[in-house]
């Protein structure tokens, strides 16, 4: 029984292969275009500086832990009122 699964494994991971390496050749010049223009719009790209990405990720940790904060005060504070409300 492991010997004829592992040679359906082989034969499904064959078959795959050989589909794909087809779809690849197949399709070889849309796919060199696609990557050629996708190249070529990275180029364009404004990417941040290490000072930027450094800014902000200090300013979303920042507003993060106000945000968590707030909701925590909300929470025990709603809690708390909840509470001295329903044991009466």
Do not use: H
């Not at 070889?28 to 696609?34: D, H, S």
């Not at 190249?39 to 940790?61: C, D, F, H, M, R």
């Amino acid at each position: 029984m492991d010997f004829i699964a592992n040679n359906l494994k082989t034969v499904i991971w064959a078959t795959v292969s050989a589909l794909v390496l087809f779809l690849v050749a197949k399709n070889f010049a849309r796919i060199k275009n696609f990557l050629l223009e996708v190249k070529a719009e990275l180029g364009k790209v404004a990417w941040s500086t290490p000072q930027e990405v450094y800014a902000s990720t200090i300013i979303v940790i920042t507003v993060t832990f106000i945000a968590a904060v707030f909701i925590g005060a909300v929470d025990l504070t709603l809690t708390r009122i909840l509470t001295m409300l329903f044991k009466q």
